[in-house]
């Protein structure tokens, strides 16, 4: 696969699905407050733009904050427990545990603590985007080979010698992956909060637009998500390869079918 075929893929596959979408309302005549074309979506999405763009700020800023504790805590927890042990059998469960409960049953109970706002928002996109870190890079800690530490302890390596000088490079791959995985859990969980608990933000957005059956501007507001998302995402693709290409393999499952 040449490179221009392969930047081209994702516009190919966003046009097809979008005009699946347009078929799917020409053909069984779907009504807008049921399901808006892309086109009456678009028009929302110009006609709102600037509610939209104050909005979609504020969710940004929320799920970066929210975010940026996540990365922060994830990382040291996600050492910790995979360097000793003991650590990952005392906590592993536990994180386990926690990451199975439903944050969206906790916002009200956020509520009740913080009081309505940004608060919450900051607290959910923390709360749903921290484990991902915190797996990858325990992952990427734990297998490191026995036998390289090993040697390092034999070279009077500390333990901080090891963390710096072979664990974390180690576990950059692991590390920029659970970026792009927990970028997207965060506007997940900011938007998920201002539906519930917000006064502003994308998610308050759509929970008025939907109360007045304004379909299209759900569907707008929803465009503007998926715009933030992709563009983080993408910003976290192109510092994994900037920090961590060199553990990319350049073509992926025809590279090694070829040999």
């Known amino acids: 696969m040449n490179r221009a075929t392969e930047r081209a893929a994702p516009w190919v596959t966003t046009a097809l699905l979008v005009f699946l979408w347009w078929l799917v309302v020409v053909v069984f005549r779907i009504e807008s407050f049921v399901l808006p074309s892309p086109v009456e979506s678009v028009v929302a999405l110009y006609q709102y733009r600037y509610p939209l763009a104050v909005n979609g700020l504020s969710t940004l800023s929320t799920t970066l904050a929210g975010f940026g504790l996540a990365v922060a805590f994830g990382l040291v927890l996600g050492i910790i427990v995979g360097s000793f042990r003991l650590a990952y059998a005392a906590l592993y469960p536990v994180l386990i545990a926690f990451n199975s409960v439903p944050k969206a049953a906790l916002v009200p109970i956020l509520v009740i603590w913080f009081g309505v706002g940004t608060v919450p928002a900051v607290i959910t996109a923390f709360m749903l985007s921290f484990f991902p870190v915190v797996v990858n890079v325990a992952t990427g800690f734990a297998t490191i080979e026995p036998e390289l530490l090993d040697v ?13 000088k072979v664990g974390m490079p180690r576990s950059l791959p692991y590390f920029f992956a659970s970026l792009k995985i927990a970028i997207t859990l ?17 998610g308050n957005v759509m929970l008025i637009a ?6 299209p501007l759900v569907f707008a507001a929803l465009l503007v998500v998926g715009t933030m998302g992709v563009g983080m995402y993408s910003i976290f693709a192109v510092l994994e390869h900037r ?10 499952i025809e590279f090694a079918a070829g040999g």
């Open 152 to 164: 390092l302890r034999a070279l009077g390596a500390t333990r901080l010698d090891m963390v710096t």
């Open 186 to 202: 965060s506007f997940v969980g900011t938007v998920i909060a201002e539906i519930v608990a917000g006064n502003s933000g994308i």
């Open 210 to 215: 939907g109360s007045n059956f304004n379909v």
């Open 243 to 252: 920090f961590a290409g060199w553990s990319m393999r350049g073509g992926g």
